[in-house]
């Protein structure tokens, strides 16, 4: 995505620490899980040593996971700031003839919606990749589990993945309409602004403009916009069922088909919903981050 590979291009080392705080705090995740049924279920196990260790992993996860947070909302504020004060300056060198070519319209739109978008996906984006991130690494465990149990789960989130790419494509599409007639509704405000008085004293011609040139573009935007809601909401609730399901389809495979015991098959239900409200993260993230990468190219194009 162009919003990473321009944050990783100008801010490579601070990213590669984030991320690796990102890595470090999902392993820790699961980490907590092992040692509940590897320690705290453990018989032989002392429970009074074992409840300060897991004291200690709880607070070192705090830690990780905070710190990694925080970084990367800074860095990703900063890279706002950054494109902020540069879109800024490009518009005080610019002439003013290359700036009516452009249209103001399009430029205040830049400033408003474009700076906005980018910033609330840098909001959302430690979720999506700490959900990522857990994602893989939990798949990891599972697969060190059970391995049969493992591939199940991985066909099931495959399918499911190519199904999300799908309505993920959708989602890009609608929400690049919705981008564009946001210009066109700032150059409609524009010229509501600018012949204010005319259209006051010619009630005829206000309302052709309501009409013709508003009225659909408002309509316009509602409707995609809405459309890639729809997607979301779907691609979301899709993959909400299908982690939901597999506890069941995990559960029937090794208790009644005997592919593994009860503590693989209740330790693989834990691990599943542990996952399961990261990945609605990372899911729910992505019209942002769309959003932001549309946004960006907008940015792109006024250069």
Not at 35 to 47: D, H, K, N, P
Not at 51 to 61: C, K, R, S, T, Y
Not at 112 to 131: K, Q
Not at 269 to 282: D, E, K, Q, S, T
Request: with cysteine; glycine share 6%.
């Amino acid at each position: 995505m162009k919003l990473l590979f321009q944050l990783a291009h100008k801010q490579h080392k601070a990213l590669a620490l984030v991320i690796l705080l990102s890595v470090a705090s999902a392993f820790l995740s699961i980490g907590v899980i092992a040692f509940i049924q590897y320690e705290l279920l453990s018989q032989t196990t002392s429970v009074h040593s074992a409840i300060w260790q897991f004291a200690g992993l709880l607070v070192l996860l705090l830690i990780t996971a905070t710190v990694a947070q925080v970084s990367l909302h800074k860095l990703g504020h900063q890279f706002v700031y950054s494109k902020r004060c540069q879109l800024v300056k490009q518009l005080i060198n610019t002439d003013i003839e290359q700036i009516e070519d452009v249209g103001s319209a399009g430029v205040l739109a830049s400033l408003n919606t474009d700076i906005r978008n980018i910033t609330i996906a840098f909001v959302t984006l430690p979720e999506m990749i700490y959900g990522l991130v857990l994602t893989v690494v939990a798949l990891s465990y599972l697969a060190f589990l059970s391995l049969p149990l493992f591939g199940v789960s991985l066909l099931m989130l495959s399918v499911t993945g190519v199904i999300g790419y799908g309505l993920v494509t959708r989602i890009t599409f609608h929400v690049r309409q919705v981008r564009e007639l946001e210009d066109k509704l700032y150059h409609d405000y524009q010229a509501l602004i600018d012949g204010r008085k005319e259209l006051s004293l010619n009630p005829s011609r206000a309302r052709r403009y309501f009409e013709d040139e508003f009225g659909p573009n408002a309509a316009g935007y509602r409707d995609e916009v809405t459309r890639a809601d729809i997607y979301n909401g779907f691609a979301a609730n899709m993959a909400n069922t299908i982690v939901l399901a597999l506890i069941g389809l995990n559960f029937y495979l090794a208790l009644g088909l005997g592919w593994a015991g009860f503590d693989v098959a209740s330790t693989f239900a834990l691990v599943i919903l542990f996952m399961r409200m990261p990945l609605m993260a990372a899911v729910g993230a992505l019209p942002g981050l769309i959003s932001a990468n549309i946004s960006m190219r907008k940015l792109e194009s006024l250069d």
